[in-house]
C-alpha cells in the first residue's frame, strides 16, 4: 500500500512538474511608435503591470518605434525571427504599418492592432478608440466654447499615422457644422508640446488678437499652445483649447481653467490588448484577466474572437478631474 502511494505522489508530483512546464508564459511583442510622450509611457507601464504579466501567463517585451516606420519593420523581422507568439502593434504610419503585419501573418504570427490602426486586413483583431469620435468632440468643445464663430488654428498629430486621419475627420465634421469659423493655420507638431508651442508662438506673431481657439490633436500640442500663449503675455483664458488623451499635465490644465480634454483609456487598450492576444495563442480555454471587461460592459469580450473592440472615450470635467488625477498616484 505504501508503495503504491508513493508511486502516486511520485506520479501527481510529475504531472505537477509537466503541467507548469506546458504553461510556459505566453511570449509577447508590443511595437509602439514611440515612447517619448507620456500616453504611450503609460499605455507600456499598464502592459508591464498587467494581471497578465502578474500571473506569469505572458512575458512582454515593449519595443520603442521612434516614430519610425522603418525601425518597426525592423522589431517585426526581430520578432519574427525570435518566434513571438504574438505581437501587439500601434504603427506610426497606416500604409507602412501593413507592410510590417503582413510579414507576421505570413510567419502565422498573430497580430493585435491597438490605439493606432495599419491600412490592411490582416490584423488579427483590433483594441482601441474610435479616433474620428474623439476628433469631433474635441473640436466642438473648441467650437462651443466660442460660439460656433471666429478663428480657430489646428495642430495635427503626425503625418500619415491614423489618429492624425481620424481625428482630422472628427474635427472637420465638428468644423462643418459652424461653417462661418475659418481655419487660419494647420499643421503637424508631430504630438509634441516643444514643436506645438513653437507653432503657436509664430501664429500668435502672424495673426496677432485673431485667433479664438486651438484644436490640438493630443494633450501634449494643447499644453504646447498654451506655453506659447503664456510666453506671449496673453491671456490664457482669452482662447479656447482643446486636447485629447487625458495625460496628467492635461488634467491639472483642466481643473485649473485653461483647456479641455477627452480621456483615451491606455490601460483598457493595453491589457485588453494582452488578453486577445493571449487568447488566440492559448485557445478558447482562455478566460481574460483584466478588470477592463467589467469596467465596460458595453464592450463585451465575445470570445477573445472579436474583429474590433471599442475602447469608450470619457470627457474630462470639473466633476471627474480629482477622481481621475487620484488615479495616477
Known amino acids: 500500500?505504501?508503495?503504491?502511494?508513493?508511486?502516486?505522489?511520485?506520479?501527481?508530483?510529475?504531472?505537477?512538474?509537466?503541467?507548469?512546464?506546458?504553461?510556459?508564459?505566453?511570449?509577447?511583442?508590443?511595437?509602439?511608435?514611440?515612447?517619448?510622450?507620456?500616453?504611450?509611457?503609460l499605455w507600456a507601464a499598464a502592459a508591464k503591470n498587467s494581471p497578465e504579466v502578474k500571473s506569469g501567463t505572458a512575458v512582454v517585451t515593449v519595443f520603442d518605434g521612434r516614430y519610425d516606420p522603418l525601425v518597426q519593420q525592423g522589431q517585426f523581422e526581430t520578432m519574427i525571427s525570435q518566434h513571438y507568439d504574438a505581437i501587439i502593434f500601434a504603427p506610426i504610419d497606416a500604409d507602412a504599418?501593413?507592410?510590417?503585419?503582413?510579414?507576421?501573418?505570413?510567419?502565422?504570427?498573430?497580430?493585435?492592432?491597438?490605439?493606432?490602426?495599419?491600412?490592411?486586413?490582416?490584423?488579427?483583431?483590433?483594441?482601441?478608440?474610435?479616433?474620428?469620435?474623439?476628433?469631433?468632440?474635441?473640436?466642438?468643445?473648441?467650437?462651443d466654447k466660442i460660439g460656433c464663430k471666429g478663428n480657430v488654428v489646428i495642430i495635427e498629430?503626425?503625418?500619415?499615422?491614423?489618429?492624425?486621419?481620424?481625428?482630422?475627420?472628427?474635427?472637420?465634421?465638428?468644423?462643418?457644422?459652424?461653417?462661418?469659423?475659418?481655419?487660419?493655420?494647420?499643421?503637424?507638431?508631430?504630438?509634441?508640446?516643444?514643436?506645438?508651442?513653437?507653432?503657436?508662438?509664430?501664429?500668435?506673431?502672424?495673426?496677432?488678437?485673431?485667433?479664438?481657439g486651438v484644436i490640438g490633436q493630443n494633450d501634449e500640442m494643447a499644453l504646447g499652445a498654451i506655453e506659447a500663449i503664456k510666453g506671449a503675455n496673453l491671456k490664457v483664458s482669452d482662447f479656447a483649447i482643446g486636447g485629447i488623451d487625458g495625460i496628467t499635465d492635461a488634467l491639472l490644465a483642466v481643473k485649473a481653467g485653461e483647456m479641455t480634454s477627452i480621456l483615451q483609456d491606455a490601460n483598457a487598450q493595453a491589457q485588453g490588448s494582452l488578453d486577445v492576444a493571449i487568447r488566440q495563442v492559448v485557445g478558447d480555454s482562455y478566460k481574460p484577466q483584466s478588470a477592463?471587461?467589467?469596467?465596460?460592459?458595453?464592450?463585451?469580450?465575445?470570445?477573445?474572437?472579436?474583429?474590433?473592440?471599442?475602447?469608450?472615450?470619457?470627457?474630462?470635467?470639473?466633476?471627474?478631474?480629482?477622481?481621475?488625477?487620484?488615479?495616477?498616484?
Request: net charge positive; glycine share 8%.
Open 1 to 41: 500500500m505504501k508503495l503504491k502511494m508513493a508511486f502516486l505522489a511520485s506520479t501527481l508530483a510529475f504531472m505537477t512538474v509537466s503541467g507548469v512546464a506546458e504553461a510556459k508564459p505566453v511570449k509577447i511583442g508590443v511595437a509602439l511608435y514611440g515612447l517619448k510622450a507620456e500616453f504611450m509611457q
Open 97 to 143: 504599418g501593413a507592410t510590417a503585419v503582413e510579414s507576421a501573418h505570413t510567419a502565422n504570427i498573430p497580430v493585435i492592432g491597438t490605439n493606432t490602426r495599419a491600412n490592411t486586413d490582416l490584423l488579427t483583431s483590433y483594441v482601441g478608440s474610435d479616433d474620428v469620435r474623439s476628433g469631433y468632440l474635441e473640436a466642438k468643445a473648441v467650437l
Open 157 to 212: 498629430g503626425p503625418i500619415g499615422i491614423s489618429a492624425q486621419i481620424q481625428r482630422s475627420q472628427g474635427n472637420q465634421k465638428a468644423l462643418a457644422e459652424c461653417p462661418t469659423v475659418k481655419v487660419l493655420e494647420m499643421k503637424t507638431a508631430n504630438w509634441s508640446r516643444a514643436e506645438a508651442q513653437a507653432l503657436m508662438e509664430d501664429w500668435l506673431t502672424r495673426h496677432p488678437g485673431k485667433i479664438d
Open 292 to 329: 477592463i471587461w467589467q469596467q465596460y460592459p458595453n464592450m463585451p469580450w465575445a470570445g477573445g474572437t472579436a474583429k474590433s473592440y471599442n475602447v469608450p472615450w470619457t470627457p474630462v470635467t470639473p466633476q471627474n478631474v480629482d477622481a481621475l488625477l487620484k488615479m495616477r498616484q
